[in-house]
């Protein structure tokens, strides 16, 4: 097994678990009962685990990248709510044009670390922002 991503919340890993549970790939969360009874143990145990198997990874990337742009057309910025929020690298954040090339050829390991950086307004997170259509 190979851990694809980790979340903080039990909400988004559980989204993306049942996506890739409808393309019909194997694949478990760990670590979510502890993150669920105690959010503050989260950084602790780095938080939830999508795990694959290792033979499913190329697809499981594919599904991934289609997921995350689905995802970020929903999104909307708590800022300017504007919807123009793009996955990028960290240490690339502030040139746009730069961020736009890493992002489009970085592969999708968690080991990059990337932010959610509103392109109107420079706002960035970690993670999405939960105010998205997905809750409505
Ligand atoms: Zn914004």
Same mark, same amino acid.
């Given at each position: 097994?190979? +851990? ?9 890993? !559980? ?10 790939? =194997? ?13 503050? *143990? +989260? !950084? ?10 290792? =033979?499913?990874?190329?697809?499981? +990337? ?29 240490? $690339? ?10 992002? *489009?050829?970085?592969?999708? $390991? ?27």
């Amino acid at each position: 097994m190979v +851990t694809v991503r980790t979340f903080d919340n039990y909400f988004s890993a !559980n989204i993306l678990l049942g996506r890739l549970q409808e393309s019909g790939i =194997e694949c478990y969360l760990f670590d979510e009962h502890t993150v669920t009874i105690d959010p503050l *143990l +989260t !950084n602790a145990i780095g938080g939830i685990k999508l795990s694959v198997r290792k =033979e499913d990874l190329a697809m499981v +990337t594919g599904v991934l990248k289609e997921f995350d742009e689905a995802f970020l057309q929903a999104a909307r910025c708590p800022r300017c709510h504007d919807n123009n929020i793009l996955l990028v690298p960290k240490q $690339a954040a502030g040139n746009v044009i730069a961020s736009i090339l890493t992002w *489009l050829f970085s592969s999708y $390991a968690v080991s990059i670390e990337n932010v959610y950086q509103c392109q109107q307004c420079g706002y960035e997170s970690k993670t999405l922002p939960e105010d998205n259509t997905l809750h409505n």
